[in-house]
């Protein structure tokens, strides 16, 4: 069965940096780009940013380009975002996704 | 960005029913385009991608339609756990973007 754990959010003031991480089981990680896609709270699903199967290409909304990275451990079938000056605006619940998706992990940022 | 428009927002229809929801987008985006379910308590699914590919795993009583700008999601002969929310999303160029979803219920 496929499966995708987020994990690593919480609450975070404006300005500091958390590390998501979604772990993949079930699949060929390695087989498949993955992206993380946020939804804000009573808002619509948007996606933040993907990541070729290799890791050789990465694609990000531009609002998050610059403080967001996400990486890739095919190695571990694992799926990073590192978010770094993070805004109240990126308050939301992100989901870890190819295919399937995840159960999500819901990051606050607020003071 | 390309922007879906996706109608109507909400839908109520009968088990056994069949109901399309309609997604556009605000330019060509080929047939690049895929559907999700969201119910409460799982993880969401992708049903359609390409326009008319079903995932693995989805039943036949879905199917999309469409190319360019518009494309519809047909779901024929309800069943009780179809009714959920659906949302498209087109995957022709980055950003990836998604419509704003249909809640489907029981009328």
């Known amino acids: 069965e496929v499966q995708l754990v987020e994990s690593g959010g919480g609450l975070v003031q404006p300005g500091r940096s958390l590390k998501l991480s979604c772990a993949a089981s079930?699949?060929?990680?390695?087989?498949?780009?993955m992206a993380w896609v946020r939804q804000a709270p009573k808002k619509g699903l948007e996606w933040v940013a993907t990541i070729s199967y290799d890791g050789s290409s990465t694609y990000y909304r531009d609002s998050v380009k610059g403080r967001f990275t996400i990486s890739r451990d095919n190695a571990k079938s694992t799926l990073y975002l590192q978010m770094d000056s993070l805004r109240s605006e990126d308050t939301a619940t992100y989901y870890c996704?190819?295919?399937?998706w995840g159960q999500g992990v819901m990051v606050t940022v607020s003071s | 960005d390309v922007q879906m428009t996706q109608s109507p927002s909400y839908l109520a229809a009968s088990p056994g029913e069949s109901v399309s929801i309609s997604c556009k987008a605000s330019k060509s985006i080929n047939t690049y385009l895929a559907w999700y379910q969201e119910k409460p308590g799982k993880t969401n699914k992708l049903l359609i991608y390409s326009g008319s590919t079903l995932q693995s795993g989805t039943p036949s009583r879905f199917s999309g339609s469409g190319s360019g700008t518009d494309f519809t999601l047909t779901i024929r002969s309800l069943e009780p756990e179809d009714f959920a929310v659906y949302y498209c999303?087109?995957?022709?160029?980055?950003?990836?973007?998604f419509g704003s979803g249909t809640k489907l219920e029981i009328k």
């Open positions: 079930g699949f060929t990680f390695s087989d498949y780009n």
């Open positions: 996704a190819s295919s399937s």
């Open positions: 999303q087109q995957h022709n160029e980055y950003p990836l973007t």
